[in-house]
């Protein structure tokens, strides 16, 4: 008689509906595919129907076959979007959520394909609930924000951290000396945006229950703070989760993540990058989802002029009626080309591109940290803030623009930051810096770096529990 058919590892893989907390999610489960375990990523049907029409089926026909799954947050013709307001959307999401996977996992057993672990992103913390609870399976929870930013935020939720601040420096137990306004923007600005402080705080609730705490960060950038944490989560550093091509290569083929909400514009991009000089352009983008003020996107465009420097602007469709139209009617295509979209993955890397003026997302910062990209943070909110504090005083990859007392960046401060990268001696000293922690993210994918084991080890015990 020949060996039983060996039981393959199911994993469900739920992402938070936005592009910034699904891309790395994939890239995760890439890996997880390449080491044998099965993956259903699910989204909700909203977010489902504004990706681009080629989004599902590239990653059914990916090497690694993704399969993809929906489930409702109460607004499938819109999203958030469609709600009055993000706190009425997270209050109906949190209903309609849970009783929609929950019929979701039903459903995957009832066609012979049952569910073996839930690993949900921290956003959506209820999932645990449902897999702990209801099911008595495995679950994960995944941070798609530095270890940094998570451990400002747990305190917060243990009121280890009061609110509102009261102090103007903090001293967190694996992080730097951090100002006030260093902190998160939704501490510092206490008050603003509670839909999204109430995710935040909240995504801690249950993870006393949580198997694994996955990080999308790797261990050499954060090592401090995630020896702290480690001693009181199940924490494992698993990133950086960008598509492996321009990392390890172990994952053929796997040069994006699949998933655009965008139709990107690949060709006039990368043509006008392949006729400026080596390490000459300003990369400027601030993400998908929030904007630049009028007055804010006009003095950019000041110092953008004024820099005298090659540029290549993103500027999102809705931000497109705050440039200036002096700034559109005398712009020179040959010194600088605006867009509202570009492949950020090859433009990052591209020879022509000198530095990276960024918001400071966190999977910007990482692409910016995994292609050795020298960075000028200009954060907005959130995490931002926190992110490009250690981006220039703690891995001194970059420089920060300084705000007025209106928090308004003056033209002058961006050109100014733009010849510190480009042209002065400390640009020389940031550029050697960010090639360091470029080698060092490229090692812990690869084989036998820290996160690949963690990986493994994940892999490995989650075989092992549900043998038994």
Not at 218 to 232: A, D, G, M, R, T
Not at 426 to 440: H, S
Request: glycine content about 6%; hydrophobic content about 40%; aromatic content about 10%.
């Amino acid at each position: 008689m020949g060996e039983e058919s060996k039981h393959v590892a199911h994993c469900l893989v739920l992402a938070y509906p936005a592009q910034g907390h699904i891309n790395p999610m994939i890239e995760f489960s890439k890996r997880l595919i390449q080491r044998g375990l099965k993956i259903t990523v699910v989204s909700t049907v909203s977010f489902w129907n504004t990706t681009t029409p080629h989004t599902l089926k590239s990653l059914s026909s990916h090497p690694q076959n993704i399969q993809v799954e929906s489930i409702s947050d109460g607004y499938d013709n819109g999203g958030l979007a469609a709600a009055e307001s993000l706190e009425i959307y997270k209050e109906t999401f949190w209903k309609v959520g849970p009783r929609t996977l929950s019929n979701l996992i039903q459903k995957l057993a009832s066609n012979n394909n049952p569910v073996d672990c839930v690993i949900s992103d921290g956003f959506l913390y209820w999932a645990l609930d449902v897999a702990k609870d209801e099911f008595g399976i495995l679950g994960a929870l995944f941070f798609t924000q530095p270890c940094a930013v998570n451990n400002i935020y747990f305190h917060v939720y243990k009121k280890w951290l009061e609110l509102p601040l009261s102090e103007s420096e903090y001293l967190i137990p694996g992080l730097p000396k951090l100002a006030a306004s260093e902190l998160p923007s939704f501490l510092y600005d206490y008050g603003s945006y509670p839909g999204y402080f109430d995710i935040i705080r909240n995504q801690f609730c249950n993870i006393h229950k949580a198997d694994w705490v996955l990080a999308n960060t790797f261990y050499e950038l954060e090592s401090q703070v995630v020896n702290w944490l480690k001693e009181i989560w199940p924490l494992k550093t698993i990133g950086p989760c960008v598509p492996s091509m321009y990392l390890d290569k172990r994952l053929l083929h796997d040069n994006d993540y699949g998933v655009s909400i965008y139709d990107q514009n690949i060709d006039s991009c990368i043509k006008w990058l392949n006729d400026k000089p080596k390490g000459s352009v300003v990369y400027v983008s601030f993400g998908s989802m929030a904007g630049l003020t009028e007055k804010q996107t006009e003095e950019l465009a000041f110092g953008l002029k004024e820099s005298d420097c090659y540029f290549l602007w993103v500027v999102r469709d809705c931000d497109q009626v705050k440039i200036p139209k002096w700034f559109l009617e005398t712009d020179d295509s040959e010194k600088g080309l605006v867009v509202t979209w570009c492949p950020q993955l090859l433009v990052l890397t591209h020879d022509a591109v000198g530095c990276f003026l960024t918001h400071c997302g966190w999977n910007s910062t990482l692409e910016a940290i995994c292609f050795g990209v020298p960075t000028i943070a200009m954060p907005l909110w959130t995490d931002q803030i926190t992110n490009a504090k250690h981006i220039k005083d703690v891995w001194k990859m970059g420089v920060r623009v300084d705000a007025d007392e209106t928090g308004l960046v003056r033209r002058e401060s961006i050109g100014n930051c733009i010849k510190e990268i480009l042209e002065s001696e400390k640009g020389n000293e940031i550029k050697n810096n960010a090639l360091k922690w470029r080698n060092l993210a490229k090692d812990s994918v690869d084989e036998g770096g820290s996160s690949d084991q963690n990986i493994t080890e994940f892999v490995a015990k989650l075989a092992q529990l549900c043998s038994t």
